[in-house]
């Protein structure tokens, strides 16, 4: 069973950062393609960060590319977001997903399993 859990959500100053985090078994690291999506009320879920198996490859939504970063930590199992930068319209309830492609993108409907959610508010 394939479990996602985030966390580093929270609310934060226009320009600032945070580092969201997203933790799973052994077993989802190795074998799963793992992103970062995002979610307004009202709006559809959109891929902000993918990042292959064993992390050789990443792929980025133009609107967040020189701003976010996707990295993962083996030793942990953990897969992060560091967002900097941050704008008004990042303001966004974020989620991890795994796919079982070995190269997922950033299209949500190739993501079988996501975590629950965890809220970014960005003020003004």
């Known amino acids: 069973q394939v479990q996602l859990v985030e966390s580093g959500g929270g609310s934060v100053q226009a320009g600032g950062s945070l580092r969201l985090s997203c933790t799973a078994s052994?077993?989802?690291?190795?074998?799963?393609?793992l992103a970062w999506f995002r979610q307004a009320p009202g709006e559809e879920r959109e891929g902000v960060a993918v990042?292959?198996?064993?992390?050789?490859?990443?792929l980025y939504a133009d609107s967040v590319m020189g701003r976010f970063t996707i990295s993962e930590d083996n030793a942990n199992h953990t897969l992060y977001l560091q967002m900097n930068s941050l704008k008004l319209e990042d303001t966004c309830m974020y989620y991890c997903?795994?796919?079982?492609?070995?190269?997922?993108?950033?299209?949500?409907?190739?993501?079988?399993?996501w975590g629950q959610g965890t809220q970014v508010t960005v003020s003004s």
């Open positions: 990042i292959t198996r064993g992390g050789g490859s990443t």
């Open positions: 997903a795994a796919s079982s492609s070995w190269w997922g993108g950033l299209e949500a409907a190739r993501y079988s399993y």
């Open positions: 052994l077993y989802t690291f190795s074998n799963y393609c």
